[in-house]
């Protein structure tokens, strides 16, 4: 049975999403569809829920630390980090994350977002798999009311975090061989290569 949530800081939440339950929340951008990464089976259950060919989504987390425990290479986020915490999803080397979460990638984009209640949920939860709440192909939901017409019951949860219309998405960046920064798409913050 589907819950629903007022608050992100609600402990009953965070009590289901560290049991391994995949639900819909508000992020620093848009709403996502979650899963908790030490949850190998959340992470399927999320593809299987918005199934996309090799576009798994971007891993939230609290902290460098936390990404570096995921599997991401420290040198990598040691030269993007002074950028977070923000709405910037940065593309780094996968090589070394679980199969589980990254699928065929060998690639997957990161985030360090910027919004208290979200942090902390994340200092509790660890790492999230996120990906836009929409059906592929369609409009991202800024409501929770879009998120439910896409999902309705295939889902453990939603966390209404009211109109999310205003926001926009991540800005999302790479690393090149040589070290620069190449932009994929410019967002809500604004970066120069």
């Not at 987390?61 to 915490?85: C, M």
């Not at 690639?107 to 709440?133: K, W």
Request: glycine residues 6%; hydrophobic residues 40%.
């Amino acid at each position: 049975m589907t819950q629903y949530f007022s608050s992100l800081k609600d402990q009953d939440l965070i009590d289901v999403i560290t049991n391994g339950a995949v639900g819909v929340l508000p992020t620093d951008t848009v709403y996502g569809l979650v899963a908790a990464i030490r949850h190998p089976e959340a992470v399927t259950k999320l593809y299987a829920t918005k199934p996309r060919e090799l576009a798994p989504g971007t891993i939230i987390a609290a902290s460098v630390d936390d990404l570096i425990s995921v599997g991401f290479r420290t040198d990598q986020l040691k030269q993007v980090e002074h950028y977070w915490p923000a709405p910037l999803s940065v593309v780094l080397d996968a090589s070394n994350v679980n199969a589980d979460v990254k699928q065929a990638r060998t690639d997957l984009p990161v985030r360090i977002p910027n919004n208290p209640a979200l942090m902390d949920l994340l200092r509790q939860t660890g790492p999230l798999m996120t990906t836009s709440a929409n059906a592929p192909k369609q409009p991202t939901s800024t409501s929770i009311t879009m998120a439910q017409n896409y999902f309705g019951d295939s889902v453990d949860y939603y966390v209404d975090g009211g109109d999310l219309s205003n926001r926009p998405p991540s800005t999302i960046i790479g690393i090149n061989p040589d070290n620069s920064i190449e932009i994929y798409r410019q967002g809500a913050l604004e970066i120069s290569a």
